[in-house]
């Protein structure tokens, strides 16, 4: 397998992070559509937790707490523990990467009909680049490969699988970037700025932590002079931050770069135009 010999320009790294954005809302109906929670309560999952990690963690496999500790990266071990493994008693690896992507293809046609009619050349052609992409040192975007390689299901179905692969890609690529920065699975929460990052008290309810747990990372940030005392970004905050999302934007184009140049701008919006219709809280996140 061989990758451009020259590395990704500026333009390219911004064609990343814009195709990213429609491609993310159209993987996200899995964790925030109504349609959805239903459906998986329908069979057998009892909560919005146990369905988060069975649906994204199925394709490692009976994945361990362990593992899912490892991959997701910024939960609380003990908040994973209580649903991984046990989870697999109810609902099987195999039965769950079933389930996600009809019940996902459900909650995309349920409120954009038009999106049975993303273009199949299109399609192929990103699933093609997930086929290309290397799997090294990227476990989640591996699993999620080895679905999409199946080309099964509907066609949206199959638009669903390509971009939770991309997804997952740049995930496993962004924990890459994160690890080298010597930042954590909550010190990154932190560091998304006060406009974006969660809430003391959203950090605790969707991924576990405790408030001393928040206060001590917070500090530790503000000695590493990452945060200022009043916990905003500090500059070498802002430098470090915006080092790993550059890291991050390259290892994602390392999968991208295999979609023609020529077809990059129809691609973008064949998919802005099936993300679109997606309701807002997902374009909100």
């Given at each position: 397998m061989s990758y451009r010999p020259s590395l990704p320009t500026e333009?390219?790294?911004a064609w990343?992070?814009?195709?990213?954005?429609?491609?993310?809302?159209?993987?996200?109906?899995?964790?925030?559509?109504?349609?959805?929670?239903?459906?998986f309560q329908a069979i057998g999952t009892t909560s919005r937790w146990m369905t988060y990690f069975g649906a994204r963690s199925?394709?490692?496999?009976?994945?361990?707490?362990e593992l899912v500790e490892a991959t997701f990266y910024n939960f609380k071990p003990e908040m994973i523990a209580r649903y991984v493994p046990a989870l697999w008693e109810v609902i099987t690896p195999?039965?769950?990467?079933?389930?996600?992507?009809?019940?996902?293809?459900?909650?995309?046609?349920?409120?954009?009909?038009?999106?049975?009619?993303?273009?199949?050349?299109?399609?192929?052609?990103?699933?093609?680049?997930?086929?290309?992409?290397?799997?090294?040192?990227?476990?989640?975007?591996s699993g999620?490969?080895?679905l999409v390689a199946r080309r099964d299901g509907t066609r949206?179905?199959?638009?669903?699988?390509?971009?939770?692969?991309?997804?997952?890609?740049?995930g496993d690529g962004h924990v890459a970037s994160l690890l080298v920065g010597g930042i954590d699975g909550l010190s990154a929460h932190l560091l998304r700025g006060s406009s974006e990052r969660l809430s003391k008290e959203m950090l605790t309810t969707v991924r576990g932590w405790e408030d001393y747990e928040i206060d001590?990372?917070?500090?530790?940030?503000?000695?590493?002079?990452?945060?200022?005392n009043g916990g905003e970004l500090s500059e070498r905050g802002r430098e470090l931050r915006q080092r790993i999302e550059h890291e991050t934007d390259r290892t994602s184009f390392r999968l991208l770069h295999f979609v023609p140049d020529e077809q990059r701008a129809e691609i973008l919006d064949a998919l802005r135009k099936a993300a679109a219709p997606i309701p807002s809280v997902l374009h909100d996140r």
């Open positions: 333009h390219d790294l990343t992070r814009e195709i990213f954005r429609p491609l993310e809302i159209l993987h996200d109906v899995i964790y925030f559509s109504p349609h959805v929670r239903t459906a199925a394709p490692l496999g009976a994945a361990s707490a195999d039965e769950f990467c079933s389930h996600r992507q009809r019940i996902a293809a459900d909650a995309l046609t349920t409120d954009h009909p038009e999106i049975v009619e993303f273009p199949l050349p299109l399609l192929e052609l990103l699933e093609e680049a997930v086929s290309r992409a290397e799997v090294g040192g990227l476990p989640l975007f999620n490969r080895a949206v179905e199959r638009l669903w699988n390509v971009a939770t692969a991309i997804r997952e890609h740049r001590q990372a917070i500090e530790r940030l503000i000695a590493d002079g990452l945060l200022t």
